[in-house]
């Protein structure tokens, strides 16, 4: 039982954070149903060097929910480079959301709403100017209410493209 009376704070993650968000992404894609019990091990240990990467960096911002001490939400944005285009003679700063998850217990109390709005606020504030995530068919709905839209990118997946 979830104890109403404690009420939910938000932090920021920091470098000592690298295992759990690796652990949370494996959380994450087996919630999904993207993977197998089997399988989370390995993508945890694939997602340690890579955040480690990204906040050694200074590509990654994310943040967790707490209830209590407890982690029980989490979302990021990872931060990149968009070359100038047509019309566009800059790089722009493009900031991809990931790792929007939220512990099963906790669902269905607007955290990953929070959550969002908490990330799309920085956004705004560091004046990013592209935001894109790639939503899960349950999350679209969220989504859609925060603005977001589908686009026509398409892809090509090669066998054993590790992008697919």
């Not at 704070?9 to 993977?35: C, N």
Request: contains cysteine; hydrophobic residues 40%; negative net charge.
């Amino acid at each position: 039982m979830i104890d109403e009376s404690i009420p939910f704070t938000f932090r920021l993650t920091t470098p000592a954070d690298v295992e759990l968000l690796a652990q949370q992404r494996g959380a994450m894609f087996l919630a999904m149903g993207r993977i197998s019990e089997d399988e989370v091990g390995a993508l945890v240990q694939a997602s340690l060097p890579w955040f480690q990467g990204l906040i050694d960096r200074n590509e990654y911002v994310g943040w967790y929910a707490l209830h209590g001490d407890r982690i029980v939400a989490c979302g990021g944005i990872h931060l990149r480079d968009d070359p100038p285009k047509v019309g566009i003679y800059r790089i722009c700063r493009w900031g991809h959301i990931i790792n929007i998850f939220t512990e099963p217990e906790y669902r269905r109390r607007g955290l990953a709403h929070t959550m969002m709005k908490t990330i799309l606020d920085w956004a705004e504030a560091e004046k990013l100017d592209r935001v894109t995530l790639t939503a899960a068919p349950a999350a679209r709905g969220l989504y859609e209410s925060l603005g977001f839209t589908a686009t026509a990118d398409m892809q090509l997946t090669r066998k054993g493209d590790c992008c697919g």
